[in-house]
C-alpha cells in the first residue's frame, strides 16, 4: 500500500493509547483495581435513575447538565464525518469504491428487510382496544412537508453543515472524495486532513471522559419526570420497541455477523458493548460513529485479520452508511401502525403498502419531521406526535442503539466481504431463522397477552362526563321554556332591564357538547356555560338557563324566552333577520362527519362516498353546514334527528342513518362517550362556520355594541383561550398530580 492509501488516525483504538503501563516498573504493593469506563456509566446509568425516583421532579434541572453533555459530544462528529469521508475515499482506487459501494449496498438491502419485517410483525402484539380524544387543532393544520431536494442536494454545504443535514453533507463529501481519487498530487491534502482528523479524534477522547456526569444527569431526569400515566398510556409502544431492540441488537445482528464472518458472537457483544452503553447514554448514535469504527478495527486486530487496508475501508464504510435510513429508524416507523391501534382504526393491508416505501424515503431525514408526515398520510391524528415526543426519553435512546448496532454490521459484514473473510455458516443461519422465528412468537403474543389484561376498561367518557366549570358559579337556576317575567319597555335595550332585573336569562341547547350539557352530577356545563357564567359574574347579576330547540331560536327570541343564546350556536345567513342579530363570532368550528370505527375507511374520501346507494346523513340542525354538504354530496339524504345520542344509539330516526354531519369539536366530544365511533374529513378542504351569540336586536344598538364589545375583550384578555383549551381540546380535564417520588410520596418530606 502506498503513502497515499495509509489510514486516518481519526478513530484509532483508544484502548491501545491507553494502555502505558507496560513501561512502568512493577510495583512490589498490589495496585487497587479501577473501575473501567463502561462500569462508571452503567452505575452513573443506575444512580441517576434512583436519584429520579428519589427526588422526582426535582431533577427536572440536571437536563441541562445533560444538554451540555449531548452538545460537547456532538461539536467533533460533522468535522469527523467530513475528514474520514474526503479522506477514506480520496485514497480508493477507481476499483476498489465500485467494490465497497456495491458490497454495502447488499447489506444495507439485507438489514432492511429486516426492519420491514419488523414493522409489519409489530402490530400483531396489539389486542383490540376501545380509544377516543378530544378535538385536536391538528385536525385542520397543514401536514409539513418533507424537503428532499434540501435534505440531500448540498446547494449550500456550509449551510448544510450549520443545520446539521447529515445527508446533504455526505454528498458533498462524496463527491470531494471521489474528485481526489484521479487526482496524482493529492498526498499533501491527505496528510493535512489526517492531521485534522486526530485531533477531532482527541477532543471526542477527552469528552467521553465525562459520559458518567452526563448519563447520570440524563438518568436522573428522565426517571425524575417522566410519570408512570405516560409509561402506562404508551406501554404498548415501549414494550414492542424494547423486544424489537433487545431482539434485532442483541441477537439478530450479532449473530448475522457471526454467521457470515470468521468472528464469534461472544467477541462481537464483548467488543461493542461499550459503544452501545455511550449511545444509549448519549442518545445520539452520531456521536458514537468514531467509536464504531474503532470496534471494527479492534475485532479484526483480535483475530489478527488487520491491515492497513482493512481499516481505512472501516473508516469509509461507516460514515459512509449512516445518512441511509438504519434500523433504529425504520423500526420507529412502527409507531404510525401502534398510533392507528391506540385510536382505534388499525392499518389495512394496502395502507402498509403505501407506507413502508414512502415512510422509507421520508425517513432520510429527521423523525421529527417523518413521523407527522407518515400521521397526514395515514389521515391518523396530527396531535400524536404530541405522544411520540413523550417516547423520546427511551425510544430514541434504543433507536440509537440498534442504529449503532445496524452500523457495526455495515461495517463488518462489507468489510469482511471486501477482504475475502466471508465465510457462510449455513448451520448457524438455519439455527438464526429458526430461533428468531421462535422467539418473535413467542414475544408477539406475550406482549399480547400482557396488554389485553393490562390496559384495564376504556374510562375517557368519565372524562367528559364529570368536567366541572372552570368559572366558580354565579347563582344560577334552569327554568321552565316561557317569555321573559318582565317584559321590555318601549325602546328599552336588553342590557337596561338585565341590569334592571339583576339577572339574564342564557338559552342552551340540551344535549350539546361539549358547549352545552348536563354532567354525571347533573350541573349545565360546557364551553358556552363557562362562558355565560363569566359574562354574568362581570355584569354582577344571576343566571336563568332556559333550553330551547334549535330549529325554534327565531320564534323563542320573538317571543322573549332569553336574553342571549350561549349554546354552540352556529352563524348561518338562514338563521339571521331582522330581530335576530348576532354577536362577533367568537369561535369558528370544522364541518367533519362522524362514523363507525369499522366504517371509517368507506367514509376516507368523497368520491368513495359519492358511490354509495341509499346513504343517510344525520343532522341535529336543518341549517348545519346545510349547503355545503349538499355541493359536497347531492345524492345523500338528509335526516333530522332530535339529538346525537340518536345515531350513536341508533335509536328513532338515527337507526338508519349512515354518518352524522358534525363539527369536528363537537363530533370529537361526543366520540369520548361512544368511542366505537370517530371523526373523519373527506373533504378536500377545511369548511369552518363561525359560532355566535344570538340575541332579539330589533333597534338595540346597545345590546349590540356591548356583546361585541365583550367577545373581542375575551379573546384578548386570553379568556376564550382558556375556556377552549379546557372544554375542546381537553386540556386540564383531567387532574394532573405531582410526579411520584421516595422524597414525596413515602418519606412525606415535601407536600
Known amino acids: ?70 452538545g460537547l459530544l456532538q461539536m467533533t462528529v460533522l468535522p469527523a464525518i467530513v475528514f474520514s469521508l474526503i479522506s477514506g475515499i480520496g485514497r480508493l482506487t477507481v476499483e476498489q469504491s465500485t467494490k465497497l459501494a456495491s458490497k454495502a449496498i447488499l447489506v444495507l438491502l439485507m438489514l432492511w428487510g429486516i426492519g420491514f419485517i419488523t414493522v409489519l410483525l409489530i402490530p400483531l402484539a396489539f389486542p383490540s382496544w376501545e380509544s377516543a380524544s378530544f378535538f385536536s387543532t391538528s385536525f385542520i393544520e397543514e401536514p409539513k412537508s418533507v424537503d428532499l431536494f434540501g435534505l440531500f442536494i448540498p446547494k449550500n454545504p456550509f449551510n448544510s453543515l450549520a443545520d446539521n443535514e447529515v445527508p446533504a453533507v455526505v454528498v458533498f463529501c462524496i463527491f470531494m472524495g471521489i474528485s481526489l481519487i484521479t487526482i496524482p498530487r493529492k498526498k499533501r491534502i491527505l496528510k493535512l486532513i489526517d492531521i485534522l482528523s486526530e485531533s477531532m479524534s482527541k477532543v471526542t477522547k477527552m469528552v467521553v471522559k ?39 441488537g442483541g441477537l439478530i445482528l450479532p449473530s448475522i455477523i457471526a454467521s457470515l464472518t470468521p468472528f464469534s458472537y461472544k467477541d462481537i457483544i464483548s467488543t461493542v458493548q461499550n459503544t452501545l452503553i455511550l449511545t444509549f447514554a448519549a442518545g445520539k448514535v452520531l456521536v458514537a460513529l468514531p467509536l464504531i469504527v474503532d470496534n471494527i478495527k479492534t475485532l479484526f ?68 419531521v417523518a413521523i407527522p408526515f407518515m400521521l397526514d398520510l395515514m389521515r391518523l391524528p396530527a396531535d400524536m406526535f404530541q405522544v411520540f415526543v413523550i417516547t423520546d426519553v427511551l425510544i430514541d435512546r434504543l433507536s440509537n ?105 342564557i ?80 369561535l ?47 345524492n345523500a339524504e338528509v335526516v333530522f334527528l332530535e339529538s346525537p345520542r340518536d345515531f350513536f344509539e341508533k335509536k328513532n330516526k338515527g337507526k338508519d342513518v349512515d354518518v352524522l354531519l358534525s363539527s369536528a369539536e363537537a363530533g370529537s366530544a361526543w366520540t369520548l362517550l361512544y368511542p366505537r365511533f370517530q371523526v373523519v374529513n373527506p373533504f378536500p378542504r377545511q369548511v369552518a362556520i363561525p359560532l355566535v351569540y344570538p340575541f332579539n336586536g330589533r333597534n338595540d344598538a346597545t345590546m349590540d355594541e356591548f356583546i361585541d364589545h365583550w367577545v373581542e375583550l375575551k379573546k384578548l384578555d386570553g379568556t376564550i383561550n382558556e375556556v377552549y383549551d379546557y372544554w375542546i381540546l381537553g386540556k386540564g380535564s383531567e387532574k394532573k398530580e405531582p410526579r411520584w417520588s421516595v422524597i414525596r410520596n413515602v418519606l412525606g418530606w415535601i407536600n
Open 401 to 505: 442503539v440498534l442504529a449503532a448496532v445496524h452500523l457495526f454490521t455495515v461495517g463488518m459484514v462489507t468489510t469482511s466481504a471486501l477482504f475475502g473473510f466471508l465465510q457462510i455458516r449455513w448451520k448457524g443461519l438455519k439455527n438464526l431463522l429458526i430461533g428468531g422465528l421462535i422467539l418473535a412468537v413467542i414475544a408477539l403474543f406475550s406482549t399480547k397477552i400482557y396488554l389485553s389484561n393490562s390496559l384495564g376498561k376504556y374510562d375517557k367518557d368519565k372524562i367528559i362526563a364529570n368536567m366541572q366549570l372552570l368559572q366558580p358559579s354565579v347563582s344560577s337556576v334552569i327554568v321552565e321554556p316561557n317569555k321573559n317575567p318582565l317584559p321590555l319597555k318601549p325602546n328599552q335595550s336588553l342590557l337596561n332591564r338585565v341590569q334592571e332585573r339583576g339577572i339574564i336569562r
Open 301 to 368: 486486530k483480535k483475530y489478527e485479520l488487520s491491515n492497513e487496508d482493512i481499516e481505512a475501508t472501516a473508516e469509509v464504510i461507516v460514515p459512509l452508511s449512516f445518512p441511509f435510513p438504519h434500523l433504529g429508524r425504520l423500526v420507529v416507523m412502527s409507531f404510525i401502525p401502534f398510533s392507528a391501534w391506540f385510536v382505534g382504526t388499525p392499518l389495512s393491508f394496502l395502507q402498509y403498502g403505501i407506507l413502508l416505501p414512502v415512510g422509507f424515503l421520508v425517513l432520510f431525514g429527521s423523525s421529527s
Open 507 to 586: 338559552g342552551y341547547l340540551r344535549d350539546n357538547l361539549p358547549f352545552s350539557y348536563t354532567n354525571a352530577q347533573g350541573k349545565l356545563v360546557g364551553f358556552d356555560i363557562d362562558m355565560a357564567q363569566r359574562l354574568a359574574q362581570e355584569l354582577k347579576v344571576k343566571v336563568e338557563f332556559v333550553p330551547f330547540k334549535i330549529d325554534e331560536l327565531n320564534q323563542v327570541l320573538n317571543e322573549d324566552y332569553f336574553d342571549l343564546g350561549m349554546s354552540g350556536i352556529l352563524g348561518t345567513v338562514e338563521r339571521s333577520s331582522e330581530e335576530t342579530r348576532f354577536s362577533d363570532p367568537y
Open 1 to 70: 500500500m502506498n503513502p497515499e492509501q495509509r489510514p486516518t488516525a481519526h478513530s484509532a483504538n483508544i484502548s491501545n493509547q491507553i494502555d502505558t503501563s507496560q513501561n512502568i516498573p512493577a510495583k512490589k504493593s498490589p495496585k487497587k483495581p479501577s473501575l473501567s469506563l463502561s462500569q462508571m456509566i452503567l452505575i452513573a446509568l443506575l444512580g441517576g435513575i434512583i436519584c429520579g425516583v428519589f427526588f422526582g421532579e426535582w431533577c427536572a434541572n440536571l437536563q441541562i447538565i445533560g444538554d451540555v453533555f449531548i
Open 588 to 634: 369558528n368550528v370544522t364541518m367533519a362527519l362522524v362514523v363507525a370505527d369499522h366504517r371509517d375507511k368507506e367514509f376516507a374520501d368523497l368520491a368513495s362516498i359519492n358511490r354509495m346507494e341509499s346513504l343517510k346523513i344525520g343532522v341535529t340542525d336543518k341549517r348545519l353546514f346545510g349547503d355545503k354538504i349538499k355541493l359536497y354530496l347531492p
Open 210 to 248: 465525562l459520559t458518567p456526569i452526563g448519563v447520570f444527569a440524563i438518568a436522573a431526569s428522565a426517571a425524575g419526570t417522566m410519570t408512570f400515566q405516560d409509561l402506562g398510556r404508551l406501554q404498548g409502544y415501549f414494550i414492542t420497541y424494547i423486544l424489537a431492540t433487545l431482539i434485532l
